[in-house]
C-alpha cells in the first residue's frame, strides 16, 4: 500500500580532504556557485548514491530493479516490460511516413509494470518515452534540491606523481600524472520532499501514483544514513552522513508550507576560521512547538 503521509526531510554530511561532485565543465573541481563560493552536490550524484545503496542491499531483487545504471540501455528495459506484459509494439510506418501510437491502455499497462519493478522509478520517476516501446513518463513522489555547503568552500588542486612508468623509455621522464581536486572539509545541507499524492494509485486514471510504499519508504532512509559507507574512494576522501531530521505530515497534502519547516533546522560554526570537522559546528532543531499535525524525527 503507498504510503499516506507527506514527508520533509534534512540531511547533513561532510567530506574530508575529498572532491564530493566534481565538475566536468570546470576540470573536475569540485562544484561551487561562483558568485558566493559555497560548495554545491547535484541532486543528480546523490540520487546516483542511493540508486547504487538499493542495488547494493537489494541485489536485483524482485521489485526492486534498478532503471538508471552503468551500462544499461534503456530502450531494452521497455521492451522487456512490453515482453513480459504481452504487449505488441506499434511501430512507425516508413513508408507512408506516420507514427502510429500505441494505444493508451498498453501505455498505463506498461508504466505500471516499471513502476513495480523499478525502484529508482517508484522513487524518482523516469521519462520512458523513448524507442517503440512506450512506457510513458512518470514524476517521483521524492524529490532532492541541490545540497549546498554551510560556508564557502576553499576547493584546493594537488599534482600527484608516480614512481612506476609504464614504458622503458620513461623511465627518466618527469612523473607528474596528474591533478586531484580536494576539499579540506566542507559540511553540506540538503533538503528533500516526499509527496503522498504522487505516490497513491488512483483507479482509472492514466497518470496513477508509483505505489511508493512504507517498505521503499525505510529503504530510503537507510540509504541516506549509509550513502557513503559502501561508497568510499581516494577521490572522494572520507564522506559521512552525520544528520537526518524527517519531518511527518499527518495528511496526504502536508499541514505546513515545507519552508517554514526547512527553517525549523539550523546549522551555525562555532570556530574561528575554517571549520575542519563536523565538531566545529552546531546543529540545532526548533521543533518543541511544530504546526498541528506535524511531527520531527530524528533519524541520525
Not at 599534482?159 to 579540506?184: F, N
Not at 528533500?192 to 511508493?212: M, P
Request: hydrophobic share 35%; glycine share 8%.
Amino acid at each position: 500500500m503507498a504510503i499516506e503521509n507527506r514527508y520533509e526531510f534534512v540531511m547533513l554530511f561532510d567530506v574530508e580532504n575529498g572532491n564530493p561532485n566534481g565538475d566536468p565543465d570546470a576540470g573536475n573541481m569540485p562544484r561551487v556557485d561562483p558568485e558566493t563560493g559555497f560548495g554545491l552536490v547535484t541532486d543528480v550524484c546523490i540520487k546516483r548514491k542511493i540508486r547504487n545503496y538499493v542495488s547494493l542491499v537489494k541485489q536485483n531483487a524482485p521489485g526492486f530493479k534498478i532503471y538508471v545504471r552503468d551500462g544499461a540501455v534503456l530502450n531494452d528495459e521497455h521492451e522487456w516490460a512490453y515482453k513480459e506484459c504481452n504487449i505488441e509494439m506499434v511501430k512507425e510506418n516508413t513508408e507512408n511516413k506516420k507514427n502510429k501510437k500505441q494505444p493508451k491502455e498498453d501505455v498505463v499497462k506498461a508504466r505500471a509494470f516499471m513502476c513495480e519493478n523499478y525502484y529508482d522509478i517508484r522513487t524518482f520517476g523516469a521519462v520512458m518515452s523513448t524507442g517503440d516501446a512506450v512506457c510513458g513518463q512518470v514524476r517521483g513522489p521524492v524529490q532532492l534540491n541541490f545540497a549546498r555547503s554551510i560556508d564557502p568552500i576553499a576547493a584546493r588542486e594537488l599534482s600527484i606523481t608516480r614512481c612506476a612508468v609504464t614504458k622503458k623509455e620513461d623511465e627518466l621522464k618527469e612523473r607528474t600524472i596528474g591533478k586531484k581536486h580536494i576539499v579540506p572539509y566542507a559540511l553540506y545541507r540538503v533538503e528533500g520532499y516526499i509527496s503522498a499524492n504522487l505516490a497513491q494509485k488512483k483507479e482509472g486514471n492514466g497518470l496513477d501514483g508509483t505505489g511508493f510504499d512504507e517498505e521503499d519508504l525505510n529503504l530510503l532512509w537507510d540509504a541516506l544514513i549509509n550513502l557513503f559507507e559502501d561508497d568510499h574512494s581516494a577521490a572522494r576522501g572520507k564522506m559521512a552522513t552525520r544528520k537526518l531530521f524527517v519531518f511527518k505530515h499527518d495528511s496526504i497534502f502536508g499541514c505546513s508550507p515545507s519552508h517554514l519547516l526547512f527553517d525549523r533546522i539550523s546549522v551555525k560554526k562555532t570556530v574561528d576560521g575554517p571549520a575542519r570537522s563536523f565538531a566545529d559546528y552546531s546543529v540545532k532543531s526548533d521543533c518543541a512547538q511544530l504546526p498541528a499535525g506535524v511531527t520531527c524525527i530524528e533519524k541520525l
